[in-house]
């Protein structure tokens, strides 16, 4: 089993960036890819992006691209997500995923989910 903590959410103001991290305990050898989702209330939980631990290939939504960059950290097994010129459009509650084959944007088919982290960025 893979247990996913992620952290750093929090409320900022429209063109501020935040830092989300999410750190990966248990058989993290089987992890081939880490990833982060996003809900909003009464909107289903969207793909925002995904890196493999071991090439350090990258995926993005069009919502996250040129604005949020993912990176790891594999002697920490640690993801961050670091979010740039945030808007109020992306409010949600943040998820840390991982699956253990392929690099791609589809939720079903990852296998570990973390609690999720709260993001609010005022107008």
């Known amino acids: 089993q893979v247990q996913l903590v992620d952290t750093g959410g929090g409320v900022v103001q429209a063109g501020g960036s935040l830092r989300l991290s999410c750190a990966a305990s248990g058989r993290t050898s089987s992890i081939y890819t880490m990833g982060w989702f996003r809900q909003a209330p009464g909107k289903e939980r969207d793909f925002v992006t995904a890196?493999?631990?071991?090439?350090?290939?990258?995926l993005y939504a069009d919502s996250a691209k040129g604005r949020f960059t993912i990176s790891r950290d594999n002697v920490k097994n640690t993801v961050y997500l670091q979010m740039n010129s945030l808007k109020p459009e992306d409010t949600a509650v943040y998820y840390c995923?991982?699956?253990?084959?392929?690099?791609?944007?589809?939720?079903?088919?990852?296998?570990?989910w973390g609690q999720g982290t709260q993001v609010t960025v005022s107008s």
């Open positions: 995923a991982a699956r253990r084959y392929g690099l791609g944007s589809s939720l079903s088919n990852y296998d570990y």
């Open positions: 890196i493999s631990l071991s090439a350090g290939s990258t």
